[in-house]
């Protein structure tokens, strides 16, 4: 009797903080490659723990060439590597552009020489909508088939939601079978430092009397990495959830910075006021997505309590990064 052969899933960006989590949870069934090449992902105690596994390897691979791996036996590709981050885009745009073009392209063109592909997941973003919600065109909750709007051409910080748009249009026109993921505000542990979460939680380790805040009425709804990743499976699972674009998130958690930054103090039991600032860093005010097309097609229920896995976010910050 033959024994059945385990799924083969390769994941860029699994280094990564949603790649990792990913990885950690397909690893039980699954046999698993992580393409890296750790400019931004980290090799901590907990990822060297995953690729120690005997059904984990992890491949270092510039995706701005021509990926060269022998195997072409992959059911399924989670795309998450881009070049992203704030500080990165505003510097250098034309990296952004260059670089998630360049290896989207060559993702795809590996996943046309698989001999048996199910699916190819691309990961986009939610900033996708910025350019509508600057000109007044997307309704909350926001629909994936909201009308998208460019941001002017020489808006360095509007290019990183370019090259997703364009990326989505090479899935669309790929001839091969897709899902697009707009992930929302996902957070957990081991999220790295350039999200609102782990920035407030750096601050009120970091200031010494007031914790200034900028944004302070922006509103966010954040879906917890476990969640997400439950949702990412379930999709994969599902033969009949191919050639489509889901919002990833969860609307049910939507609150403002302010709000957030209080149950952050209150866990800290620091006795920190906030002093409200107004820097203008073209950010957007509200991010809240619809997602009744992705609970339809996974039938998903959630598990998870937000003001408990905050806590265990910002426990997990404590631990590892600032005692």
Known sequence: MKKNKKTKILITGGAGFIGYHLAKNLSKNCSVDLIDNLSRGKVDKDFKKLIKENNVRLLNIDLNNKIKIKSKNYNYIFHLAATIGVDTVIKNPFKVLNNNYLSTLNIIKFAKEQKNLKKLFFTSTSEIYSGSFKHKLINFPTKENSILSLNNMNSARGTYMLSKIYCEALCHFSNIPFIILRPHNIFGERMGMSHVIPELIKKIHKSKKNLELNNSNHKRSFCYIEDAV?????????????????????????ISILNLAKKLIKFSKSNKKIKKINHENFSVQRRLPDIKNILKDTRFKRKYNFEKNLRKTYDWYEKNLFI
Request: aromatic share 4%; proline share 4%.
């Open 230 to 254: 439950n949702m990412m499976i379930l999709l994969m699972k599902n033969s009949k959830a191919v050639n489509k674009t889901y919002n990833l998130g969860d609307p049910s958690n939507e």
